[in-house]
């Protein structure tokens, strides 16, 4: 029998969050590092991260799952744009068919991440929710798979005099099941994706349903299903037809992006007039549905075969452009004077960012801010050792980037086991002039400029919001680029020192 060695009780991964990426990370672990220790701290006690928790009526991809779904695991669901539960249930078998769900721990919010570069090991402490105690594992790599914005608590601004209004009032994100909106009058606040998707499905059975925006946003129609998804089906084995599908849809989005960017005016015109085309003759689309800045200088919304443009065509909807003054027992004035009469009224006002899932990091005792970071490949941060997050695309899906993350850890660790090395820093370069890390004009990135951290002009410090152009730097690109520091670390671990990974 082997001796036990000290390094026994270290993880060589920990991902933390059970999501989308948390899931897809360690799928790819374990196909490509079959020989590596992980787990997965997950705070909340159920697997799906995003689509577990969002609960609103209607809840939905605002991406077609050929793209959001994973590259490893083909979507077999009719619908390209699908609803949460179908979701969610793609990612539990996700995690279920290979025995992933067996390395997750449930309840374990992760509070602080301590690197000692002596130890080449992170010191990972996790509060447990089923009895409030602190538990603390090591990782040689941190991976942190928790999204980008807070679960904890969304953007809510406070209304004047929204104390006297009697009816219901609620956020989506904390979409409360005992509301009953049947027959019932629905304000619904808001533009974005979230309030597209509330919008016809709350019509279906309420008495009226109103969606008042201050500005409006681009949305575009598309297919809740994919014909030649469905036709590549029938013609070709199952993984290539996905392959096919997926890389149509990659294309497209890119395609249709860039064209954004080069004849904004073009497709802006293009935009408005579908939105007109779906909508009753002298419909004012100049006010409500043509928006002050250019396509994609914000994320443009989806309704899967225009639904909402139906809902409105049919009189179960409607949109109003203003801004609130007050409310009332009732409902709400607006500036206009006009007055919403509501019996519920749901603030879709958007999400509130944070980095890292908010856990607090030090390297070698000095606190490391993702604010005060570069960010190397828009994945690791500049100066802070064995560290990788996932973060999305944010005019794509965000599986592609998530996908292509997973795949650059899995060569980093193969990369350093080839050469002994067990610390992977980038090294930044002061004379590296920084930008925003998203170039959106977003109202919540906006408000996160003070959380998100910073990007470099040049690569490897370019943060690229194109697929292709990841692929060849993130899945080809050399892992030694120069930029990327190792060291050979040959330390020991005191034995001693409690490992709560070894507990069950």
Same mark, same amino acid.
């Given at each position: 029998m082997r001796p036990q060695s000290p390094d026994d009780d270290v993880l060589d991964v920990l991902i933390v969050g059970a999501g989308l990426s948390g899931i897809g990370a360690a799928r790819q672990l374990q196909q490509r590092c079959p020989d590596k220790r992980f787990a997965i701290l997950e705070a909340r006690d159920a697997i799906g991260g995003t689509w577990d928790l969002f609960r609103y009526p209607g809840i939905r991809s605002d991406?077609?799952?050929?793209?959001?779904?994973?590259?490893?695991?083909?979507?077999?669901?009719?619908?390209? &744009?699908?609803?949460?539960? $179908? &979701?969610?249930?793609?990612?539990?078998?996700?995690?279920?068919?290979?025995?992933?769900?067996?390395?997750?721990?449930?309840? %374990?919010? /992760?509070?602080?991440a301590a690197w000692r570069s002596? *130890?080449?090991?992170?010191?990972?402490?996790?509060?447990?929710?089923?009895?409030? $105690?602190?538990?603390?594992?090591?990782a040689r790599l941190l991976y942190v798979c928790a999204g980008y914005y807070s679960y904890a608590e969304g953007h809510r601004p406070e209304f004047p005099g929204e104390h006297e209004f009697r009816g219901r009032m609620v %956020?989506?994100?904390?979409? +409360?099941?005992?509301? +009953?909106?049947?027959?019932?009058?629905?304000? /619904?606040?808001?533009? @974005?994706a979230t309030a597209v998707t509330l919008v016809p499905a709350m019509a279906e059975t309420a008495a009226h349903v109103t969606m008042l925006q201050r500005s409006p946003t681009y949305i575009v129609t598309r297919p809740g299903e994919d014909p030649i998804a469905h036709k590549?089906?029938?013609?070709?084995? *199952?993984?290539?037809?996905?392959?096919?599908?997926?890389?149509k849809n990659v294309l497209l989005g890119m395609f249709f992006f860039q064209l954004a960017r080069r004849r904004p005016a073009k497709v802006k015109e293009r935009i408005v007039g579908?939105?007109?085309?779906?909508?009753?003759?002298?419909?004012? #689309? @100049?006010? %409500?549905?043509?928006?002050?800045?250019?396509?994609?200088?914000? =994320?443009?919304?989806?309704?899967?075969?225009?639904?909402?443009?139906? *809902?409105?065509?049919?009189? =179960?909807?409607? /949109?109003?452009?203003?801004?609130? +003054? =007050?409310?009332?027992?009732?409902g709400i004035v607006l500036k206009s004077g006009q007055t919403l009469p509501a019996d519920v009224v749901v603030v879709a006002t958007g999400l509130k960012l944070n980095m890292l899932g908010d856990i607090a990091l030090t390297v070698d005792g000095q606190a490391r801010r993702p604010s005060e970071s570069l960010a190397y490949k828009g994945m690791m941060l500049g100066n802070v050792p064995n560290l990788v997050l996932a973060f999305g695309y944010t005019n794509a899906s965000w599986t592609l980037k998530a996908d292509l993350t997973a795949e650059y850890v899995c060569r980093l660790l193969r990369f350093m086991d080839r050469r002994?090395?067990?610390?992977?820093?980038?090294? /930044?370069?002061?004379?590296?002039?920084?930008?925003?890390?998203?170039?959106?004009?977003?109202?919540? #990135?906006?408000?996160?400029?003070?959380?998100?951290?910073?990007?470099?002009?040049?690569?490897?410090? =370019?943060?690229?919001?194109?697929?292709?152009?990841?692929?060849?730097?993130?899945? %080809?690109?050399?892992? +030694?680029?120069? #930029?990327?520091?190792?060291?050979?670390?040959?330390?020991?671990?005191?034995t001693n020192d409690p490992i709560a990974e070894a507990q069950s």
């Open positions: 991406s077609d799952m050929y793209t959001l779904g994973y590259r490893f695991k083909p979507w077999r669901g009719a619908k390209a &744009i699908a609803d949460g539960p $179908s &979701i969610l249930a793609y990612i539990r078998e996700t995690a279920e068919e290979t025995g992933i769900t067996r390395h997750i721990r449930f309840g %374990h919010k /992760v509070v602080g002596d *130890e080449a090991c992170w010191t990972i402490d996790a509060d447990r929710s089923a009895d409030g $105690s602190r538990q603390r594992l090591r %956020h989506p994100q904390f979409w +409360d099941p005992s509301i +009953d909106y049947a027959g019932k009058r629905v304000v /619904v606040i808001g533009s @974005g590549l089906r029938r013609m070709l084995p *199952e993984r290539l037809a996905y392959r096919a599908t997926r890389w579908m939105a007109a085309a779906q909508l009753t003759p002298g419909f004012d #689309v @100049g006010t %409500h549905f043509t928006p002050r800045y250019n396509p994609w200088d914000q =994320r443009v919304c989806l309704v899967p075969d225009g639904d909402l443009f139906r *809902e409105i065509r049919n009189g =179960r909807a409607s /949109v109003v452009t203003d801004q609130i +003054d =007050r409310f009332t027992a009732d002994g090395h067990r610390m992977a820093m980038p090294e /930044v370069d002061p004379t590296v002039q920084t930008v925003p890390f998203l170039d959106f004009s977003s109202g919540y #990135v906006q408000r996160a400029a003070s959380v998100l951290p910073r990007q470099g002009q040049r690569k490897p410090w =370019r943060v690229y919001q194109n697929y292709l152009m990841d692929m060849l730097t993130i899945r %080809h690109g050399r892992i +030694d680029d120069g #930029v990327l520091r190792f060291d050979r670390v040959a330390a020991t671990l005191p």
